[in-house]
């Protein structure tokens, strides 16, 4: 799992945490966007280098 993978993976666990816990507001939603945004980019980098 690459970095961006972990960082993605921990954005969404606290995204996860945020729901449950109603707390955060639009920040909550903000953190889900930049999840995917590193999944990706993740998932583009893997292409390029296969």
Known sequence: ???LSW???IVVFFW???L???IGGG???LLLV???I???VDM???KRIR
Do not use: E, N, P
Request: positive net charge; proline residues 0%.
């Open 1 to 3: 799992m690459g970095l």
């Open 7 to 9: 960082i993605g993976a």
């Open 16 to 18: 996860v945490l945020g």
């Open 20 to 22: 449950i816990f109603s």
């Open 27 to 29: 920040m909550i939603h």
């Open 34 to 36: 930049i999840a995917v």
């Open 38 to 40: 590193v999944f990706i």
């Open 44 to 46: 583009i980098s893997k």
